[in-house]
């Protein structure tokens, strides 16, 4: 029923030759966690929290939710609007 909440996650990956930005605004981020310089990972980030994603250095968000028209129907858009390149592979 509500797998999908409980599912979620987006792991998150910087380019290469890329630094480590500053990870504020992303403390609310659910269940966050900066594995290296140049990935991350995460729950399901909110539409507010991807200008926090891009400005802690990430270019690439990999969206693994599975594809809900009513629920993450403009997640890759928000993430264009960013700059950052998104790539979506929903987990059934």
């Known amino acids: 029923m509500w797998r999908w909440f409980t599912v979620l996650v987006v792991a998150i990956l910087m380019s290469d030759g890329a630094t480590a930005q500053?990870?504020?605004?992303?403390g609310n981020a659910r269940a966050y966690l900066r594995i290296s310089t140049?990935?991350?990972t995460a729950g399901q980030?909110?539409?507010d929290e991807v200008a926090a994603v891009k400005a802690a250095g990430y270019d690439v968000v990999v969206n693994l939710a599975p594809a809900?028209?009513?629920r993450n129907a403009l997640d890759g858009f928000h993430v264009a609007q960013d700059g950052m390149?998104?790539?979506q592979i929903p987990d059934s």
Not at 22 to 26: Q, R
């Open 22 to 26: 500053s990870d504020n605004g992303l």
């Open 38 to 40: 140049q990935l991350g």
């Open 45 to 47: 980030i909110t539409y």
């Open 68 to 70: 809900h028209e009513e």
């Open 85 to 87: 390149t998104c790539v």
